[in-house]
């Protein structure tokens, strides 16, 4: 068993390793910048309070900041802010390597959590957890959601060992984990709701009523301390905290807008099922049944992630990477659905040798395969898609052809604007059906070329509501000439595990013979009469 969770530690270390340095120097996710940035304007500042509050992220530009510090004065004799204007690329791969070490600690969080209920079950946790894509993916990235995943599962072994031994020492611990959450990324406070049904369920089992009130009163104060004490910043500069926090939770955003509630949740339910598969799914509801049959109450504090995919797809954005947190759900109450399967089979096999049991049994362990085939190879995959090479970094490929900044307008998350968000409307206008540059505009001048990327364009032509937006590509496609393009390899995922393996198997093979990553690429030449 030791073994087993020692080579299920290292497979996980290794896939969120491997590809840390993807496209570097440049920082190609423009989620990256909050991290790296704060963390040099707190070294630049002789300060540890950091200075942005977007979501907050104050617990990884801390730890960046520390480790800017450690890695620029040691090494270099310099400070971090000298040393990133000269070579950034370094100062970037740390605080990715800060995530992938919180998504390895979430590894043997998951171990500590399924052990409560039996070693086998801990070991399953923390082989989902150390193959699951999604988590694996977003461990390359200096972001906050494996983090904020880590910290929430603080707090749900915090209150599984609370509801065992409703200690103090464990109230605490279960406090510490939000106050965590909160300082990474302001929804982490919903792991506050589980410290209350946590405290009341506990209360209610003892007709402990007094303790109820005295453990849930000190349980917000202790939140309240502690995040005080990780970050003071948040309390000292309430404003623009409070200032942000509603600014975070409304907004539009083209491509992640426009679904009611219900139909953020179903868009988190389906990235969940396209990346568990079928038979994980049907743990899950096996692990439900066990707990109910076998009244695990330890099972409660699982549910947290479920509190956090209803509440946080209230809000009106959704985005694929917030849905690491409400993962934890299913992928901790499967191995549960697994182990107490398998025992039943195994003591029905016991009773009746020849019966039906025996092939139940063998059937059971190769969907278990299959299941664990899946996961490996879709991490493999996302492991993968960092070590190939990024349609972003294309920059010297168009300047071999003549496209440079001086004579293109580029769209975002492109070779000559890589790693954030632009776009091409603001630059033509429309003559007599004819799509002309804007001649008003001195910048314009000269502008021979335009450099569109799907990163930009896929998200107005997946919505109706974006008209005018999609009528502008159709012009551009019909009257500029195409010169050339960029097109990434395709992965191909599903919740039939067996045509997930040959998409993720198929994805990797055609990485390791040169296809690359990233968004798709069009070079268009402008037309001499349309500048």
Excluded at 54 to 73: C, G, I, K, T, V
Excluded at 138 to 157: E, R
Excluded at 206 to 220: D, E, K, M, N, P
Excluded at 497 to 504: D, F, M, Q, T
Aim: hydrophobic content about 50%; charged content about 10%.
């Amino acid at each position: 068993m030791s073994a087993a969770l020692t080579a299920t530690i290292a497979g996980g270390a290794i896939v969120r390793f491997v590809g840390g340095s993807w496209g570097l120097p440049l920082d190609l996710n423009s989620d990256e910048w909050v991290i790296v940035r704060g963390a040099l304007d707190m070294a630049k500042r002789h300060s540890f309070e950091p200075g942005y509050f977007f979501r907050p992220d104050h617990l990884e530009m801390q730890l960046s900041n520390l480790a800017y510090l450690a890695y620029s004065y040691l090494f270099h004799g310099s400070s971090p802010e000298t040393l990133y204007a000269t070579f950034p690329a370094p100062f970037i791969l740390i605080s990715r390597s800060i995530t992938a070490c919180f998504g390895i600690a979430m590894i043997v969080l998951a171990y500590l959590i399924g052990k409560r209920f039996a070693r086998p079950i801990g070991v399953l946790s923390a082989f989902l957890v150390a193959f699951f894509p999604p988590f694996v993916n977003h461990s390359h990235l200096a972001s906050p959601d494996v983090p904020l995943s880590l910290a929430l599962m603080i707090v749900i072994l915090g209150c599984m060992r609370y509801l065992t031994l409703p200690s103090w020492g464990n109230l605490l611990l279960s406090c510490l984990g939000v106050s965590a959450a909160i300082a990474i990324k302001y929804p982490g406070a919903l792991g506050a709701l589980m410290i209350a049904v946590t405290v009341i369920v506990s209360g209610v089992q003892a007709r402990a009523w007094s303790r109820i009130l005295v453990h849930g009163a000190a349980a917000v104060a202790a939140v309240v301390g502690f995040l005080f004490a990780i970050s003071p910043v948040l309390f000292t500069n309430a404003h623009t905290t409070l200032s942000t926090l509603i600014a975070q939770s409304g907004g539009t955003h083209a491509g992640a807008d426009g679904l009611s509630w219900s139909g953020n949740m179903a868009f988190y339910a389906a990235g969940l099922a396209t990346s568990a598969g079928v038979i994980l799914l049907a743990c899950f509801a096996l692990g439900v049944l066990w707990s109910i049959r076998l009244r695990l109450m330890q099972s409660i504090p699982l549910w947290l992630g479920a509190v956090v995919w209803v509440l946080l797809s209230r809000v009106p954005l959704h985005w694929e990477r917030w849905v690491l947190p409400m993962d934890l759900t299913p992928l901790l109450i499967a191995p549960i659905g697994i182990y107490y399967s398998f025992r039943y089979l195994r003591e029905k096999r016991a009773i009746s040798p020849g019966g039906a049991a025996r092939w139940l049994q063998w059937g059971a362990v190769g969907l278990a395969a299959l299941m664990a085939a899946n996961l490996v190879a879709g991490s493999v995959a996302a492991s993968a898609k960092y070590v190939a090479k990024d349609t972003q970094t294309f920059a010297p490929r168009l300047a071999a052809r003549g496209v440079t900044t001086a004579n293109t307008i580029s769209e975002g998350y492109s070779p000559l604007f890589p790693g954030a968000y632009n776009n091409l409307f603001w630059a033509f206008d429309v003559t007599g059906g004819r799509l002309v540059l804007k001649n008003h505009d001195k910048k314009h001048l000269g502008k021979q070329y335009a450099v569109l990327s799907s990163d930009i364009f896929a998200r107005y032509l997946a919505d109706p509501k974006y008209g005018v937006e999609q009528r502008f590509y159709t012009t551009v496609d019909k009257q500029f000439p195409l010169l050339t393009s960029y097109v990434p390899v395709q992965q191909t995922r599903s919740v039939l595990e067996l045509a997930s393996i040959w998409g993720s198997v198929g994805y990797v093979a055609d990485i390791a013979r040169g296809g690359f990553s990233g968004p798709t690429i069009k070079l268009y030449e402008i037309p001499a009469d349309r500048r």
